[in-house]
């Protein structure tokens, strides 16, 4: 698949490969829409969305992002991560333990320079505000329970407005309770971003749930893509079929 | 499941390798976890495992061996081969500091103390083991973040080369110190030349002794902290934007403060009872070089009082810094427990 440089949004194949595994995928998001990677552990998600933010370089292909290329080994081009406008929501969170939650949602904005320290401390309240954490500011990220621990971690990746939002199994270290709340929450805040966002689970009914639309990759490749509801009543292939027929005894 | 003796009344006086011993499995922050996630696991296999023993022996010793169990170790008597040599090894160590403590001129203590010569000494000693610190500070924490943070050809060998001072006899230090720096040395020869300045045998030559000898430590404690340290937090300030240096000032840095400060109490510890490296290379000036330790040895010759009592100053410092170290090490690892446990 070729990748048109130019347009909006995220285009990308991505090709790395650590030993024998090599992941070879092309994605496309256009800015607002939510996209699912849905995977089997080991299929390579966690490999896609460290290559996407520039944590792990392309042995091949593409990555653009609103017609500027971020990665393309062919012509020698790399940008670091910290200069990608690339949002990351990490599994296990991440937050800077030694930093009080104002600080982690402001990091990004100290960081690159974009505000003062007072402005950044003001527009982190605003950002907490939004996540429902209103006066959570002054708090340790070690007395958050994990719902709030990800909202903060969404709120410190959305802080410095990035293009591309990505998030690594936003859903998965949550009870049962919160995850229901929480997915509920990010389907309505996610859209609202404006970023073209990447969903990776390897829960079928939470990337439902989540995503307008679904890639399924297993062992390095795309196995299927569309709607999630086309994919749950027209499963194109038998592991499609597997995946959302073993939806329900599979979850944990 | 310490043997008697191996724990506190032994650690006052052990100067560096115990601490060192204490301190390496605390620069592995986010190893200590996963250390101390394993114990649990052994304990309770330890647990399982002489339940079964027990029930042989039982079976085979007179009944009133018996009462034995539940003293002690778990699982059993104390195994005397064992409880011998622990004995004397703590007798050793402790033996000697109750001889100086038993000693010591406890009447003229404030006054041998408040000698012209013993102040000096104390003096000197405090004001070049902190400078010492300080730079140790300034050059052994880039130094430890280099080591474990950017792939170079010979890595390894500089580490190795890095930590050599630890075990060099510190005479040896001195030695190439002199040949180093010395008015006639590789080094020192252009500074000579070029400024007139001879290192040897002034107050700064104390500092740099001190520096040689002291900063593995700091370096050690730091380079294990970050190694052991996640670095996808780094990664993660990455993604936020964040510069290398930012993110060492903001992420790295933080994240192993705890070991950067013990590695400092150390270093500063190791500074201040430095002896070999100093006397060869700034020899024992009064007043300019003369440090405590210097001043012990120079005093046992004339005024024996004078060197018990300045011994005593750094016995006291000694479990003081030891003490200090604990304060920090506890906490550090009741932390790791609990995350690893979370």
Redesign the interface.
Known sequence: MTVQEGAAGLRARVVVGRGAFTLDVALDVAPGEVVGVLGPNGAGKSSLLAAL???LPLRDGLVALDGEVLDDPAADWFV?????P???V?QDY?L????SVRDNVA??LR??RLASRRDASATADAWLDRMDLSGFGPRRPATLSGGQAQRVALA??LA?GPRLLLLDEPLAALDATTRVDLRAFLRATLPATGAAVLVVTHDPTDAAGLADRLVILDAGAVAAAGRPADLAENPPTRYVAQLFGAAAPERR | MRAPGAGGPADPRSGDVPALAAHGSTGENDGSPRASAATPAAEARAAEAPALGRGHRTARRPPNRRVRRGRGRRGGGLPWPLVVPAALGALLVLLPLVGLVWRAPWDSLPRLLREAAVREALWLSIRTATVATVLSLLLGVPLAWLLARVEFPGRGLARALVTLPMVLPPVVGGVALLLAAGRRGVAGRYLYEAFGVSLPFTTTAVVVAQTFVAMPFLVVAVEGALLSSDQRYEDAAATLGASPWYTFRRVTLPAVAPSVGAGAVLCWARALGEFGATITFAGSLPGTTRTMPLAVYSAMESDSDAAIALSLVLLVTSVVVLAALRGRWLPAARDAVSRAAA
Do not use: W
């Open positions: 933010a520039g944590l670091e991560p910290r200069h990608r690339v949002g990351v990490f991440l800077f333990r030694h930093l990091f990004g960081a690159r410190r990746a410095t």
